[in-house]
């Protein structure tokens, strides 16, 4: 799907931008030091490993995270990501000094030094990865989210939106419009983790647009999912409660 094709594609980017900082600041390093007898190209490989490599999970987790703020706080969204991005920048400082003297290159776990090298350079580096991909999160909504599905055995790409519901039916699903059903060959378990907040599942066989929600219903023991379009879908029980 587009948006899921999109984020990966903004790692990948992440991961070559960090990887190129750290072939370019290990050369610089070795032009610099070379010529120094205690100069070891392993140290300047330790400390780039790091204090640059170690960030790209915290860019995967980074982008998850600022996800979750646009979707609750979205009207203090800049205002967080800034606090956020500071706070990243604290907190792996102090991860990598721990690192660094669990390995034996410093003394003590905060080593003075190294706040100078840090915030001197690679922080720099962080804090525009952090607020590049604030930057990505915020204004990823407005490219249309689309899913490929097939019409007959014409593939089509129609917009996430005009999905009201989901059905798995054997190896395939059924995703049903205001008046079309499609097609995709798909596991639902797969495809709810990439619908994912926007659809929620509520059995095994079913997924649901949360936009199109209506109401719940109850009769004896079942709980039903109402749309609006009035179809009435049943709730799995493990699937309870429902939260939309």
């Known amino acids: 799907m587009q948006f899921i ?8 980017l992440s991961i070559a931008l960090l990887t190129l900082i750290f072939i370019i ?8 030091y070379s010529h120094h007898s ?16 170690l960030f790209i999970p915290v860019i995967v987790l980074g982008l998850q995270i600022q996800k979750k703020i646009k979707n ?65 999160v915020y204004f990823q909504k407005s490219q249309k989210q689309t899913i490929e599905v097939y019409k007959g055995r014409k593939l089509v ?19 049903y419009t205001q008046t079309e059903k499609y097609l995709q060959r798909n596991r639902i378990g797969v495809l ?4 994912h907040p926007d659809f929620i599942r509520i059995h095994r066989k079913y997924i649901v647009n949360k936009n199109q ?21 049943k709730i799995g029980q493990s699937f309870k409660p429902i939260e939309w």
């Open 72 to 136: 609750s706080y979205k009207k203090w969204y800049w205002i967080l990501n800034i606090g956020f991005a500071l706070l990243v920048l604290l907190l792996f400082y102090v991860l990598s000094n721990v690192i660094l003297h669990s390995l034996g290159y410093f003394e003590n776990y905060i080593d003075s030094d190294y706040a100078r090298y840090y915030y001197g350079r690679e922080a720099l580096y962080h804090l525009f990865f952090v607020l590049a991909s604030a930057a990505y």
């Open 157 to 175: 790409t129609i917009p996430l939106e005009m999905i009201h519901w989901i059905e798995a039916e054997g190896h395939y699903l059924n995703l």
């Open 38 to 53: 205690s100069y070891s190209i392993w140290t300047s490989i330790i400390y780039l490993s790091v204090s640059v490599l």
């Open 213 to 233: 929600i209506f109401a719940m219903e109850k009769e004896k023991r079942e709980e039903y999912i109402v749309l609006k379009s009035k179809e009435r879908l």
């Open 192 to 195: 709810a983790k990439q619908l």
């Open 25 to 32: 600041t290990l050369v610089q390093n070795i032009i610099r």
């Open 5 to 12: 094709a999109n984020e990966k594609r903004f790692y990948f």
